[in-house]
């Protein structure tokens, strides 16, 4: 009989699990990046209440919300290359549909995903800040723009700060999911692994704590951004 818990198999592991560890960071961090910048754009736009664009923003947002990540995976797989035929019938451009990579994918999904949380946590911190504030800065002649640039992002950026952490830190674990369209990262590489000795539980500690570590350091580098800001926060109060 076999070993119930191989330790040794489960450090042996650890070098050829590790090695797709920057493709799940690559593909975190892209995402975050879109995510951000799109969150930002949903939030403006139902702040200020563009006609037709807050709309589609607020089913955007429902939609995002009320499916979960692993089906709208699926979905930007299977349905963008859909959509891109589709373009490629009807105005007669040549998109090479087979040769986009499964990352472009995951990257969509993710962005999406995670941009439509982050777009209410931007919301919610921008209408957090006191309309009088703004009304001050028409009064000495601000516009718009320099009004929320100098005063209301600034104020809404502190308490937005920890939600925000929160979503990139569910974003890159929320990574494990896109072994599912084919992209090889930490768990398909666990999978894989885990295959040739049938010894799964060894190989998903393994991606386990990996992730736990890459958290912990993402939740360090999110406290002290958060504690710089609080630091200007008290000197303003002063």
Request: aromatic letters at 10%; hydrophobic letters at 55%; one cysteine or more.
């Amino acid at each position: 009989m076999g070993k119930i818990f191989d330790l040794e198999y489960m450090v042996s592991t650890i070098p050829e699990i590790i090695q797709y560890l920057p493709v799940t960071l690559e593909i975190a961090l892209i995402s975050g990046i879109i995510a951000l910048i799109l969150g930002f754009a949903v939030a403006m736009v139902r702040v200020f209440r563009i006609k037709v664009l807050s709309q589609i923003c607020v089913i955007y947002i429902s939609f995002i919300r009320g499916t979960p990540a692993m089906v709208q995976l699926l979905v930007a797989y299977y349905g963008i290359p859909i959509f891109l035929k589709g373009i490629n019938e009807s105005i007669g451009t040549n998109f090479n549909v087979m040769g986009i990579s499964a990352n472009v994918f995951a990257v969509a999904a993710l962005s999406l995903n995670s941009g439509a949380f982050m777009s209410e946590t931007i919301r919610s911190a921008i209408l957090s800040v006191e309309a009088g504030q703004l009304e001050a800065c028409y009064s000495v002649n601000m516009t718009t723009m320099q009004a929320m640039r100098r005063v209301v992002l600034p104020q809404a950026f502190a308490v937005a700060l920890p939600p925000l952490g929160n979503s990139l830190i569910s974003l890159l674990k929320e990574t494990s999911l896109i072994f599912n369209i084919s992209v090889i990262e930490m768990m398909a590489a666990a999978k894989i692994v885990g295959a040739r000795s049938f010894r799964f539980f060894e190989v998903y500690i393994v991606v386990a704590l990996i992730y736990w570590v890459c958290c912990f350091i993402l939740e360090r580098i999110l406290i002290l951004m958060e504690k710089h800001v609080r630091v200007y926060e008290r000197r303003t109060v002063k």
